[in-house]
C-alpha cells in the first residue's frame, strides 16, 4: 500500500514494478512462476526430473500464469475492487474462469495431482484457485477440483504459505487496491 515497489531501487530487482521478487546470493527472479521454477529446479523438488514430465509441469505453470492468474486477476478487479459495477465484465472473467477451472477440473479426473506426482504447478494453480469466492466464481459441480483444493489445503507448508504474512482484512485489502487502481 506504499507502493515500496515503484521505488528506483525495486525497479533495478523488477523493471515491472511488481512483486514477488527473489533475491539469492546474485541471482535475482521475479515472477511467481519464475520463482517457483528456480527454486524447484535449485533444490531439486517439486519438479520431475524426466525432461517429458518436467514438460508437462511447465505446460500446467503456464497454464496458471497465462490464464487463471490474469483472468482470475481480472475478476477481482471488477467483481471486487472497482466500485462502479460493469456486469458484463465481471460476467467475461467470472465465466472464463468457470471455464478454465472445467479445465483443471477435468484434468484432475483419475489423478491426485495436476501432473500426477505434487509440483508447483499444484502450487501455481492452487494459490489462485483457492479464492475463487473473492472473484465471485461458482465451482458447483467440479467435484475433482474441490477434491484437489482440500488435499492441498491439508498440506502443512500450503496451511503455513496461507498463513505468512498475517493477511489484511478483506475490507483493508479492497481499499489498498482501489487506491492502486488506475482508471
Known amino acids: 500500500s506504499k507502493n515500496i515497489q515503484k521505488e528506483n531501487w525495486f525497479l533495478r530487482l523488477n523493471p515491472n ?21 528456480y527454486l524447484a529446479e535449485k533444490h531439486k523438488k517439486l519438479m520431475p526430473k524426466s525432461s ?3 514438460n508437462e509441469v511447465l ?7 497465462s490464464g487463471i492468474g490474469p483472468m482470475q486477476g481480472q475478476a477481482n478487479v471488477f467483481y471486487r475492487y472497482l466500485p462502479k459495477k460493469i456486469p458484463t465484465a465481471i460476467s467475461r472473467y467470472q465465466n472464463e474462469c468457470r471455464r478454465l477451472y472445467m ?4 484434468r484432475l479426473k483419475d489423478r491426485k495431482w495436476i501432473c500426477d506426482e505434487y509440483s508447483i504447478a499444484d502450487i501455481a494453480n492452487w494459490a489462485w484457485v483457492r479464492i475463487y469466492f473473492w472473484s465471485g466464481i461458482n465451482i458447483d ?24 504474512p498475517k493477511r ?11 487506491n492502486m487502481i488506475v482508471t
Not at 59 to 65: C, D, N
Open 59 to 65: 505446460q500446467w505453470l503456464m497454464f496458471q500464469m
Open 141 to 164: 459441480n467440479l467435484d475433482n477440483l474441490k477434491r484437489w483444493m482440500k488435499q492441498m489445503e491439508a498440506r502443512p507448508a500450503c496451511i503455513k504459505g496461507v498463513n505468512i
Open 103 to 106: 479445465v483443471l477440473d477435468n
Open 52 to 54: 517429458k514430465k518436467k
Open 17 to 37: 514494478g511488481r512483486i514477488p521478487v527473489l533475491k539469492y546470493n546474485s541471482d535475482v527472479i521475479f515472477e511467481s512462476g519464475a520463482i517457483l521454477y
Open 168 to 178: 489484511e482484512s478483506s475490507k483493508k485489502v479492497v481499499k489498498n487496491v482501489r
